[in-house]
């Protein structure tokens, strides 16, 4: 809109979106435009869909494996979506094995380009049958003839789940959508409330342009096309004069009478990563032939392509043999089957500002600016099929820092008589793991984009202290959606605590696969006893 504007345009825009929650008010934040029309009503043909909750009993990715694989031979096209790399490759890799001579592959982000545009042909063909995909196969291709979605685990929101289950049947076929729970406290607690899966609204998109880090590489690149000037704040918010003087010093940007101006001589874009804003890509490399196998997001390299680390690409072993973050590069060889590897770590939080502060029971609620600092220690490797720990190997990499916002509860020690002091730290920790499985029931986010930290006496506030924050550089909205909705999202969380029929915890409440601690101390009972206290 700056650019048009300034060329005399006043341009007209016309969003469309099959799953969105308050369109309007989405294209509105989006755009700046003042007033925006809603068209909601849906006349469009479609064929039926039959809706399959399967409560597994074995692992959920073994079984939706075996679902696909028998479908796939009885003619079917199939698409399996998985929430990890990882698994998509495993359940491809699974799916292949039953499948005999059906073609079965899989397709996920960190891909090359020419990889992806052959599976995808492959699809639209219908050579390929069977594919295990992440949500990067959910939106953007075009694909007409699959017959059936299975969701190995609820993929983080219902605009996701629909949109996925929505990829089937499109041809005018009836079609099937298979949703396979996991062990995870959100895919236990939409079991137990099916109703929220086929009733309730989508989630509302969460946009937070305010971001500094975001709002940062969108001014850059901005400046290239038309330099900047300070009545631009109409366009870029309040924040604009700080963020020009941060890419000013960087070297980003000049400035001068006529306004601050792109300096490089490449192209903004190709020069600043919008979507990597943490950094460069690290490339995944053969080292006997120099092949670039795919490509890691930087704030993911040192958990996933640490040396030691096993990574799947197209469902084969590939052992990391050297990890070297200043070059982004990862040098890999064929590994072995029969074990993967889960990251350690340790991190601090300090806190920064706090933005917002209320009371919920005997809790202090608050949300603000933290700054992170965490290091990958070292790693496990895990049995494939088990999960049970082979070994432990330490690392020493370097220690990161990350500038985020979060939403954080504080309990005083008066308040706490009632829990056992040798409970306390398993209560936090066990509170704060269940409470990240299920904050995507109230904000569109994966558990994956944020984290947390529990700490029985913390130094910033001298009490215990549950953290739970964005993963993005800046904050990306998720960690305030839980602030506004703190004391049903909680409500939630014990309710899953007390309903989960394990006895000292397990993934379906508080064990989760994400800790960088090893799960370790957990305390489920306690945990429950903490959160009575918020909500009584």
Not at 44 to 60: C, E, F, G, H
Request: negative net charge; glycine residues 10%; aromatic residues 6%.
């Amino acid at each position: 809109r700056r650019l048009a504007h300034h060329y005399g345009a006043d341009p007209v825009f016309i969003s469309a979106s099959a799953t969105l929650s308050g369109p309007g008010e989405l294209l509105q934040r989006l755009s700046g435009v003042p007033e925006v029309v809603e068209i909601t009503e849906d006349a469009s043909a479609r064929p039926a869909l039959d809706y399959l909750i399967w409560q597994p009993v074995d692992d959920p990715h073994h079984e939706g494996a075996e679902v696909m694989a028998r479908l796939v031979t009885e003619g079917r096209q199939v698409l399996t979506f998985t929430t990890s790399r990882v698994q998509a490759e495993l359940v491809a890799l699974r799916a292949q094995e039953r499948a005999g001579s059906v073609s079965v592959k899989s397709y996920r982000s960190g891909y090359l380009a020419e990889d992806r545009r052959a599976l995808e042909a492959g699809l639209q063909s219908g050579r390929l049958r069977g594919v295990a995909c992440t949500n990067a196969l959910e939106l953007g291709v075009d694909i007409a003839g699959v017959d059936a979605v299975i969701n190995c685990g609820f993929p983080g929101t219902l605009a996701s789940l629909r949109q996925q289950a929505g990829r089937a049947g499109r041809a005018g076929a009836d079609a099937l959508a298979v949703l396979i729970p996991k062990a995870d406290p959100l895919d236990a607690y939409l079991c137990e409330h099916p109703e929220l899966i086929f009733e309730a609204p989508v989630e509302r998109t969460v946009l937070h342009p305010e971001n500094p880090q975001v709002l940062a590489l969108q001014v850059a690149a901005a400046a290239q096309e038309l330099p900047v000037t300070e009545d631009d704040d109409r366009w870029f918010g309040p924040t604009l004069p700080a963020v020009l003087e941060r890419l000013t010093a960087a070297g980003y940007l000049r400035r001068r009478p006529a306004g601050w101006f792109w300096t490089r001589p490449d192209r903004a874009v190709d020069s600043i990563d919008l979507r990597a804003a943490g950094g460069h890509s690290v490339e995944v490399v053969d080292q006997d032939t120099g092949r670039v196998l795919g490509q890691v997001d930087p704030s993911a390299a040192d958990r996933s392509v640490h040396s030691g680390a096993i990574y799947l690409h197209q469902g084969e072993p590939w052992l990391v043999t050297d990890y070297r973050p200043n070059e982004h590069t990862a040098l890999v060889r064929p590994g072995r089957d029969g074990y993967f590897t889960q990251a350690l770590g340790h991190s601090d939080i300090e806190i920064i500002e706090k933005l917002r502060h209320d009371r919920l029971g005997a809790a202090e609620v608050f949300f603000g600016t933290v700054e992170l600092s965490g290091q990958v220690t070292g790693f496990l490797r895990r049995d494939e099929l088990s999960g049970t720990v082979w070994d432990s190997t330490p690392l020493e990499l370097p220690r990161h820092t990350l500038r985020t916002q979060a939403v954080w509860y504080t309990v005083d020690a008066a308040a706490l008589t009632g829990i056992a002091t040798k409970d306390l730290p398993g209560a936090a920790h066990a509170a704060e793991h269940t409470a990240i499985g299920l904050l995507p029931a109230f904000a569109p986010c994966d558990r994956w984009d944020i984290g947390g930290l529990s700490t029985t006496l913390h130094p910033d506030t001298g009490k215990l202290t549950v953290f739970v924050h964005d993963g993005a550089a800046g904050g990306s909205g998720f960690a305030e959606q839980g602030y506004e909705r703190i004391e049903p999202w909680l409500s939630a969380t014990l309710d899953r605590l007390r309903n989960c029929p394990c006895e000292a915890g397990c993934p379906a409440c508080v064990v989760s696969p994400k800790c960088g601690n090893g799960n370790d101390p957990l305390d489920k009972a306690a945990a429950a006893q903490l959160l009575e206290l918020l909500l009584r």
